[in-house]
């Protein structure tokens, strides 16, 4: 299984607030969550959706460092306060120079790994169960996307077949801390390694973000956000307009803000069935387990966060089960959503950021370990069970983080670059741009 000990950190509320509204932003904004901190109290007394934690704490967790990025504030500040006062700092961190072109991920748009056909009047689009053995053949660009003949045999026979470890084993060496298993529910992984292979997706009539501030974006460099290099590519692939892309992201909200009241921004996308066959982008979570880490270094047990957990998972697994039902979207939808990163490349030293101080990232919480890769591990169950996809930001982004040029981190690599601006938890603009890739290419293949 992938063994990151970023874990240890997304941990630290590495992430965090990985999508935590910018203090700034907020005050700016004005938007607050007054239902949150009940919500917070009652996600214990709710039935989880998924009660079988995967082995996540099968494997006692080594103390870490794990900063409560939430900085003392309440919990019904609509989650943005994880960020801390620092993100107006400017994106100094940002790489001015990154290529839209080759920033990350491979280019994959070969398109010759596409999945089986699936009827263009079915939401769930069917799975390819053979794609994610075949080579994509990109060019690769400069990035560590992982092994390209990173494949195991099929115990019958058969073709190979890609698991995540095998994608990332190069950041795994051996006596590292293990990481989220997600093998364990049989994925079908993308030969790009960037993301599952679930959905063929194809005839796209109009595209949809849902979210947080990681899909928002974040000033100074607002519009370089992923979104908007995602949102230009699909107007050349599928001849969209601009009214044919729509984004109902916000910063600081969490799962239950794609639903509930008073965000409802499925609603607010689709207030009625939809007729195009759409496709739906998101990233969330990172707010959610902000929460939990305010919980946890409150002194809350282990049992009450995998609690929270459960609930954030079961609120995830509501929304998709919304976007994938045909009376909603009679001629089909797609859906593909993140796991959460962090930026310390799995040391658990919040402080390597520089303005970490100043975003609120302070405090012990050598307990999150098993709750967060509960939570990254319950993403991917929900992904096989809903034939959806995600893609691999937590892994893919280690050694990009505030420790890429450290030769003794385990993700290290020779020329690798930050794709963390100075708010610690949001990506700069050649970060945005992995994203972007990252998306592109499960669609791609």
Not at 85 to 100: R, T
Not at 333 to 356: H, Q, R, V
Not at 392 to 411: A, R, S, V, Y
Not at 419 to 434: A, E, Y
């Amino acid at each position: 299984m992938p063994r990151l000990p970023l874990v240890t950190l997304l941990l630290g509320a590495a992430v965090l607030s990985a999508c935590g509204e910018p203090q700034v932003i907020r005050a700016v904004n004005g938007d607050t969550n007054t239902s949150r901190q009940e919500q917070d109290e009652d996600a214990g007394s709710t039935s989880p959706a998924n009660t079988d934690d995967g082995g996540a704490s099968a494997t006692p967790a080594p103390s870490v460092d794990a900063g409560a990025a939430v900085d003392g504030t309440s919990s019904n500040s609509d989650a943005g306060d994880a960020d801390g006062a620092g993100a107006d700092s400017g994106d100094s961190g940002a790489d001015p120079s990154a290529d839209a072109g080759d920033a990350g991920a491979p280019d994959n748009a070969d398109g010759d790994v596409s999945a089986a056909d699936s009827s263009p009047g079915d939401s769930g689009p069917a799975d390819s169960s053979d794609a994610s053995a075949t080579d994509s053949g990109g060019d690769g660009g400069t990035t560590d996307t992982g092994p390209g003949d990173s494949e195991t045999t099929d115990s019958g026979g058969g073709p190979p077949a890609r698991t995540v470890s095998s994608c990332y084993k190069e950041k795994n060496p051996p006596g590292s801390a293990p990481g989220p298993n997600y093998d364990q529910f049989n994925p079908i992984v993308g030969s790009h390694c960037l993301g599952t292979n679930h959905q063929d997706i194809q005839g796209v009539e109009r595209l949809v973000f849902l979210g947080d501030s990681v899909t928002v974006g974040t000033p100074p460099t607002y519009t370089k956000g992923y979104r908007f290099v995602l949102g230009d590519w699909a107007k050349q692939k599928w001849g969209l307009k601009g009214a044919d892309i729509d984004n109902c992201s916000n910063w600081g909200d969490r799962t239950d803000d794609l639903l509930l009241p008073p965000k409802e921004q499925i609603k607010k996308c689709f207030p009625g069935p939809e007729p195009k066959k759409t496709l739906i982008v998101m990233t969330v979570g990172g707010n959610d387990f902000a929460a939990m880490a305010k919980k946890g270094t409150s002194g809350a047990p282990k049992e009450e966060i995998f609690k929270m957990v459960d609930h954030a998972v079961k609120l995830l697994g509501e929304a998709i089960a919304h976007l994938r039902d045909p009376k909603n979207f009679p001629n089909g939808s797609y859906i593909i959503f993140a796991n959460n990163y962090e930026f310390t490349d799995g040391t658990g030293d919040l402080e390597s950021c520089p303005t970490a101080k100043l975003a609120g990232f302070a405090g012990k919480w050598p307990e999150g370990r098993d709750p967060a890769i509960r939570f990254n591990e319950q993403y991917m169950k929900l992904a096989v069970e809903t034939k959806t996809d995600m893609i691999f930001m937590l892994e893919h982004f280690c050694g990009h983080g505030f420790f890429h040029d450290d030769p003794k981190n385990q993700c290290y690599k020779a020329g690798n670059e930050r794709w963390f601006d100075l708010t610690c938890i949001h990506p700069n603009p050649t970060g945005h741009n992995v994203i972007a890739k990252m998306f592109q290419a499960v669609i791609e293949e």
